[in-house]
C-alpha cells in the first residue's frame, strides 16, 4: 500500500489556503482534502509493517504544533511543477519529523534520505507550461509576496495515498493526537 505520514491542517488554515489558489488560474488546485505537511513518504509497504508502524507511532507523545506559513514558493526549478505554502521550520516541527521516521526504521521500512523543506503543496503545473503562464505564475509570487498564517497542528496521521489519471487521493488510515 502506498503511503505516508503528514500533519493535517486545522478548517480555517485550509479556507485561507483555498483563497490563496483563487488566486492563480495556471496549473491545477490541490483539493482542500488533500492539503497536507509531509512528514515523511514510506512508498509502497505491506499491511504488516504498517500496521507494525502504527503501534509505534501510538507511542509518540508530543505537544500541540504551531505552523507558521511564511510565504509561497514553486519548487521544480526554472519551469515550475508546484507551488507551495512554506511553513517554517521550527526545532518542534523537526524533532516530530525525526521521531516519526525512527518509528518507521523501527518499524522495518527504509526511507530515502531527503531534504526537509516544510511545505502544504497548493497547485500542480502541467509538465509544459507556456511563456504566458510562467510569467502569470512570476506575478502571482509578486503580489503573494507577504503571505502569512499560524495555525495549530493538532494531530499527525497515517495516509494511503491512491494514484489516479485526475491526481492523487488521500485518505487518513490512523490519526494520533499531539498531546504532551
Known sequence: ?????????PDAALDAL?????????????????????????????EAA???????????????LTLSFRGLDTFGGKLPRVLAAE?????ELTQLRKRVRSACRDAGMDLSRERFRPHVTLVRFPRHLEAGQVEKIAQFLAGAAGFRLDCEAE?????????????ARYDVLAEYPLKG
Open 50 to 64: 504498517l500496521q507494525a508502524l502504527h503501534q509505534l507511532l501510538a507511542e509518540i507523545s508530543t505537544p500541540p
Open 18 to 46: 483555498e483563497r490563496v489558489q483563487e488566486g492563480l488560474t495556471v496549473g491545477r488546485h490541490v483539493s482542500a482534502e488533500n492539503m497536507h505537511l509531509t512528514l515523511a513518504f514510506l512508498d509502497d509497504q505491506p
Open 87 to 91: 511553513v517554517q521550520k521550527t526545532p
Open 155 to 167: 494531530s499527525f496521521a497515517l495516509y494511503q495515498s491512491t494514484l489516479a489519471p485526475d491526481g
Open 1 to 9: 500500500m502506498r503511503a505516508f505520514l503528514g500533519l493535517p491542517l
